[in-house]
């Protein structure tokens, strides 16, 4: 069974660090880009960030450049975003998804990142 689950979501504090998981089951994740979004109520889905399967090159969206980061455990199955000194605007549910060429094939459901004083 092809599955994706995000974990590591919570509450901090403005400045605060959380690194988010993105586990993959019944495929190699390797074999995959994995791209990261996230979605805050009343706005359309942002990508904010892709690792590449073939040769591990990262990709980032201006609104969290400098803060984030992807990286890949192979060995896990695994893909992290660290995220560095949150901002109130970076409450969203974040998203991993596993794609193949130009299309993102597998999704996980979501975990709530909730940055607040």
């Known amino acids: 069974q092809v599955q994706l689950v995000e974990s590591g979501g919570g509450l901090v504090q403005p400045g605060g660090s959380l690194r988010l998981s993105c586990a993959a089951s019944?495929?190699?994740?390797?074999?995959?880009?994995i791209g990261w979004f996230r979605q805050a109520p009343g706005k359309e889905r942002e990508g904010i960030s892709c690792?590449?399967?073939?040769?591990?090159?990262?990709y980032y969206a201006d609104s969290v450049k400098g803060r984030f980061t992807v990286s890949r455990d192979n060995a896990k199955n695994t893909v992290y975003l660290q995220m560095n000194s949150l901002k109130p605007e970076d409450r969203a549910v974040y998203f991993c998804?596993?794609?193949?060429?130009?299309?993102?094939?597998?999704w996980g459901q979501g975990t709530q990142v909730t940055v607040s004083s």
């Open positions: 019944g495929f190699t994740l390797d074999d995959y880009a």
């Open positions: 998804a596993a794609g193949w060429r130009n299309e993102y094939i597998y």
């Open positions: 690792i590449s399967s073939s040769d591990g090159s990262t």
